[in-house]
């Protein structure tokens, strides 16, 4: 289906990534977000304010994070496109409704624009250190879609694919950006209507009396209703069977829980999306996402200066993990540097996936800024210069770290 | 490629000069233009400043390293990112509000009053855009054409003509002040 021309803002902006993504879930045909504003994802609110009365979209500022996830997750019941937008403390605070959303298969857009944690952290500045939280954030077995955008434009684009994938899949996105690429301000170009495809909702078009709310189809995913259109709908965050109704039993926990990992899992190819440059012959590979993957870059060209042998992986997609593919990897590179803005999240599920077949090198970054593209080099050449097997992750040392710790704290006798 | 910061106080238009040029550089001259802001909890009148970084190709890192061009309206704002400028680069300040020490290096330096032209030109506010045209005869990191054309989308209808005048009180000052600086560079 094409985009209702109405949200589409077709021309050529000069607009930063916040902006951008409101942009994106206008075009993509959302109707309503409710947040509670904070630094640095305002400007998208505002985007959304701004434009959205004239695209027929509503938004709600309410109380705090936890109302606003779940008005999204009410709206998105009754049959329109839904997204809030929150950063650090919020997306903590919206963790229980991920969850919610996520068993009643609820199709939503989350926007985080990631700033520098715990707690209050570094509110105007950047970091990648919500991303293990993307995973696990709330209790329960369940898988959703993380996106991690590099620049206004993919936050334009992978907005409008975000919400293409929540209906497809039914299962809340999140598109995992930062601060850097938030507060980033680039040409945008905004195609017209025709040019973008959105997916609409999996709408139930069957007799009233057969519907059941939760019963799959081939692909794993139910058809939808919207509340108020006269069908029977029984909707609880308890496991349910296939019309709705609580199962208690393990046998039925297993079969009723288990399609919702499931229903991601088994469409994993359909859904991962990777960058993937140089990989063929190379000795190291440089394994990123969102800013990260950017600057690395300037990282990897400087280090085919020096003649190394390196490619790189990008993870448009974070989650699902692209197991195989590193899997695969592993058994030709020599290892895998992977520089992100945090002290370690990522960088496991690599390890997981090296299995000890390729040496894993962790750049790390505090936050508050990006990485040095030489600290990155450095550690392509480390990499590419060992030829032992090292069990366990490598932490590269970086200058920043070096500057301000002589290279990490110790404990004193 | 050309990394410029934009350095001054909340409430002159420091965002937004990075924003003007850069719209000009990446929508009007074709180039790659990444603009990014920084801000501390203070608004109007709090340090204040904008990076820009144009370049032919994509911009990999998207902050600035060692400034090409420093752009100053503020006394602190001169102050803080003196350091950070390349030994090549150029500094261009506003000459009633900020004292520039001994140059370093090679850098040179170009002054105007721009908040003073804007004044005579009926309204403050516009000193960013008298800088702004300064900029454009000076530096040529973006072509006067493409400034003129995202000037008037970048600013209100009602003071685009205001915004045009300032523009071009600070180009020819500018057209002028290089012309100066080349024939002195001559003898």
Not at chain 1, 10 to 37: E, Q, W
Not at chain 1, 212 to 230: C, I, N, R, S
Not at chain 1, 259 to 278: A, C, F, H, P, S
Not at chain 2, 135 to 157: C, G, Q, R, W, Y
């Amino acid at each position: 289906m094409k985009a209702d021309p109405r949200g589409v803002l077709t021309g050529v902006y000069y607009i930063d990534g916040d902006v951008a993504a409101g942009y994106g879930a206008l075009a993509a045909g959302c109707k309503f977000v409710a947040g509670y504003p904070i630094t640095p994802s305002t400007e998208a609110f505002e985007a959304i304010c701004h434009r959205g009365p004239q695209v027929g979209a509503v938004f709600i500022q309410m109380e705090d994070e936890l109302g606003s996830i779940s008005a999204i997750i009410g709206a998105t019941w009754s049959g329109v496109k839904t997204m809030t937008i929150t950063s650090g403390p919020g997306y903590s605070l919206m963790q229980e409704c991920i969850g919610f959303g996520a068993m009643l298969e609820t199709p939503f857009v989350l926007l985080n624009i990631q700033r520098g944690g715990p707690s209050t952290g570094v509110p105007t500045k950047t970091g990648q250190a919500d991303m293990m939280q993307s995973r696990w954030g709330s209790h329960g077995d369940y898988e959703l879609i993380a996106i991690a955008p590099e620049s206004p434009q993919e936050m334009f684009d992978y907005t409008i694919k975000a919400f293409n994938l929540a209906e497809k899949y039914r299962c809340p996105i999140m598109i995992m950006s930062d601060e850097c690429v938030g507060h980033m301000t680039e040409k945008v170009v905004i195609p017209e209507a025709d040019k973008i495809e959105v997916e609409p909702r999996r709408l139930y078009t069957g007799p009233a009396e057969d519907y059941l709310p939760f019963k799959p189809e081939p692909d794993l995913v139910p058809k939808m209703a919207k509340a108020g259109d006269g069908l029977k709908l029984y909707i609880t965050g308890q496991t349910h069977d296939e019309r709705g109704y609580p199962v208690k039993d393990a046998e039925y926990k297993s079969k009723y829980g288990r399609r919702l990992v499931d229903k991601i899992r088994l469409n994993k190819d359909k859904i991962i999306e990777l960058k993937e440059e140089g990989t063929d012959n190379a000795d190291v590979i440089v394994v990123s996402y969102g800013i990260s993957s950017r600057v690395a870059i300037k990282g990897v060209e400087l280090a085919r200066e020096k003649g190394i042998k390196v490619g790189t992986l990008r993870l448009v997609t974070v989650w699902p993990f692209p197991d195989e593919k590193m899997s695969e990897l592993a058994k030709k590179a020599k290892a895998f540097v992977v520089p992100e803005i945090n002290y370690g999240q990522v960088v496991y599920d690599v390890a997981r996936c090296a299995h000890g077949r390729a040496n894993v090198v962790l750049v790390p970054h505090g936050g508050a800024g990006v990485h040095n593209p030489n600290d990155i080099a450095d550690a392509i050449e480390m990499a590419a210069k060992e030829d032992k097997k090292i069990e366990g992750l490598i932490e590269f040392k970086t200058r920043l770290e070096k500057s301000v710790f002589e290279g990490g704290f110790k404990l004193k006798e | 490629m050309a990394e410029i910061r934009f350095a001054g106080y909340g409430g002159q238009g420091i965002i937004r000069s990075g924003i003007i040029a850069g719209r000009a550089a990446s929508i009007y001259d074709n180039k790659h233009a990444t603009m990014s802001q920084s801000f501390g909890p203070e608004a109007r009148g709090g340090a204040c400043s904008s990076q820009l970084v144009v370049s032919e190709s994509k911009v990999l890192y998207p902050y600035i390293t060692n400034s090409d061009i420093l752009v100053a309206m503020s006394q602190a704002g001169y102050d803080k990112f003196e350091p950070e400028m390349s030994e090549q680069g150029m500094l261009l300040y506003d000459e009633d509000l900020v004292k520039p020490k001994q140059l370093r290096g090679n850098i040179t330096a170009y002054a105007i009053p721009a908040t003073r032209f804007a004044e005579e030109l009926g309204n403050k506010i516009v000193a960013n855009v008298v800088m702004l045209g300064f900029f454009t005869a000076i530096t040529e990191v973006v072509s006067h054409d493409a400034m003129k054309k995202a000037l008037p989308e970048s600013v209100p209808e009602k003071a685009v003509e205001l915004n045009l005048k300032a523009f071009d009180r600070g180009y020819n000052f500018g057209l002028e002040a290089a012309k100066k600086q080349g024939d002195s560079k001559k003898n």
